[in-house]
């Protein structure tokens, strides 16, 4: 398991919840006691084309430091998806989040959809042929369903509760990678209130128990919602655990 995180993802580039300062201080510390860091690059804009309008991408660059972050989140998704195409697992630990990007709209604290592009970006290099996409934020995510709409070769799913995702993972299909949209803005001390740090270790080791079937190795997570700075550590690693479990 590798962890996605560059320093500048400390930094806050707007007021919204999800740029709040401090907010990734507390799941940094807790994550590099377990896991070792890997830090990204920027997207490049081809890679970002791939799922946004010219248009688009020409707003969100008048707007820094919110574009160099975005850009930046960007490319940390994609590096995780690549260390996940080698066959391990790794975690984007980055923000903005992105699920509520669309192509040539976004809210909702989302700016570049970063899931959206690292998946695509694989299939238009070949490199895969089908994507699974598990979201497990407290919202939908309206970006990336929009964007892969009526698509055959990717499939995303919004998880339901936890009774349902036995269901849920079974209409997967055979997917040649699984990327999860984490959000962990359901837990009992955050938004939702309602799923327990032991329900994150538990998604995680049915996700993982979907790819031992389909694609060992092959999974990717990265950073959507989560707003507790306390519990949201704890919370990632126990995905992360469960992602790992044998």
């Known amino acids: 398991m590798k962890i996605v995180f560059h320093k500048q993802f400390l930094e806050s580039y707007a007021t919204d919840p999800a740029a709040e300062e401090g907010r990734l201080d507390r799941a940094r510390q807790v994550l ?15 890679d970002i084309l791939l799922v946004h309008t010219q248009a688009h991408v020409d707003k969100i660059s008048r707007m820094e430091p919110i574009y160099s972050a975005a850009m930046l989140a960007a490319g940390g998704a994609c590096m995780a998806a690549d260390i996940a195409m080698q066959g391990e697992p790794a975690f984007g630990l980055i923000r903005p989040p992105g699920h509520h990007a669309s192509p040539d709209f976004c809210w909702g604290f989302c700016w570049f959809n970063n899931v959206a592009i690292a998946v695509e970006r694989l299939i238009h290099r070949g490199e895969i042929n089908s994507a699974y996409i598990l979201d497990i934020d407290l919202h939908f995510g309206d970006g990336t369903q929009g964007f892969f709409l009526g698509r055959e070769d990717v499939i995303y799913q919004h998880m339901g509760d936890m009774d349902e995702l036995p269901r849920e993972l079974e209409q997967a299909g055979n997917p040649d990678l699984i990327a999860v949209s984490a959000g962990f803005d359901r837990h009992l001390l955050d938004w939702g209130g309602y799923l327990s740090t032991q329900d994150y270790q538990e998604i995680g080791r049915q996700v993982k ?3 031992q079937n389909t694609c060992p190795g092959r999974v990717f997570a990265v950073l959507e919602g989560g707003y507790n700075h306390q519990v949201l550590g704890d919370n990632i690693l126990a995905l ?3 992602l790992q479990e044998s």
């Open 32 to 46: 590099q006691e377990e896991y070792e860091f890997i830090e990204p690059r920027e997207a490049s804009l081809e």
């Open 209 to 211: 128990d979907l790819a």
């Open 240 to 242: 992360l655990q469960g």
